[in-house]
């Protein structure tokens, strides 16, 4: 299985999955062009893509989802509420790109497994995704105000954590942004601050040495050291050592994380 986070951030987020069979395309929040160019970067053809799977319908997601399925003829799939709220946003699709799944539900592409689980954040019903090929696991953990029991049971055992770390708490509360949206930011259905990533992960990672992406950094409340510091102390206090029980990762606002490979895994599904 290998991946990219094409980009990330309240600017826009895009991540690709794939296997030798398959490759996914989850969310497009930015221009079609721009994605192109982010997959181009880490060589990826935007003509090998099978799908585009949609998180939530919040327009730093979706921006390029409609022009990317239209120019590639691809399936957008997402659950009935996203739709629903969706509208036209998309523009014109033809009706089998339009697919539906549930949340909770187990989607294959080749030998590809994907399986979406509902979070808590300001959108119609938003999901985070676990991705399986063989006994490889990668999660996406973003956009959501509080990690749950069922979602740190459901993430858990993951070869690759893409983990939000939106704000640091102070330096949101200390900022320019109004009150009602600061409020938001650290409701229960708004993002997670560097301290809340740390010690969900805490509870969550057990012996598989994981790799650790910080996700969806604000540029206004966060910076890109200060998200990895915080995390990395929480994380040791503890008892898990940064560099031997798990690696920490960057993600970018405007270029790709570089195309990791995780090697081939027997076929088997969760």
């Not at 600017?11 to 398959?22: E, K, Q, Y």
């Not at 989850?26 to 053809?45: F, N, P, W, Y």
Request: some cysteine; charged content about 25%; hydrophobic content about 40%.
């Amino acid at each position: 299985m290998r991946y990219s986070i094409l980009a990330s951030g309240s600017t826009g987020n895009a991540l690709v999955v794939g296997t030798s069979r398959a490759h996914l395309l989850v969310d497009a929040g930015l221009s079609g062009k721009q994605i192109e160019a982010a997959l181009q970067e880490v060589r990826i053809s935007p003509a090998s893509l099978d799908a585009i799977l949609i998180t939530h319908e919040h327009a730093d997601h979706v921006k390029g989802v409609g022009v990317l399925a239209r120019r590639y003829n691809l399936p957008v799939y997402a659950n009935a509420a996203t739709w629903e709220a969706l509208g036209d946003a998309l523009g014109p699709l033809r009706p089998e790109q339009r697919r539906v799944f549930e949340t909770g539900e187990v989607l294959q592409f080749g030998d590809l497994f994907v399986e979406s689980y509902g979070v808590s954040h300001d959108a119609a019903e938003p999901v985070g995704f676990c991705f399986y090929h063989g006994e490889q696991k990668l999660s996406l953990t973003t956009d959501l105000g509080y990690v749950s029991s069922r979602i740190k049971e459901k993430v858990a055992g993951s070869d690759v954590y893409i983990f939000e770390a939106n704000h640091d708490v102070e330096m949101l509360r200390m900022g320019p942004y109004p009150w009602s949206v600061k409020r938001r930011i650290l409701s229960d259905v708004g993002h997670l601050s560097n301290d809340d990533c740390g010690e969900a992960l805490a509870e969550i990672i057990g012996g598989e040495r994981p790799k650790v992406y910080l996700a969806h950094l604000s540029r206004d409340n966060n910076l890109m050291e200060l998200a990895r510091l915080t995390v990395q102390a929480i994380l040791e206090e503890n008892g898990l050592r940064v560099g031997e029980d798990l690696t920490l990762h960057d993600t970018y606002f405007d270029r790709p994380t570089r195309l990791d490979d995780l090697g081939e895994a027997p076929a088997a599904r969760p």
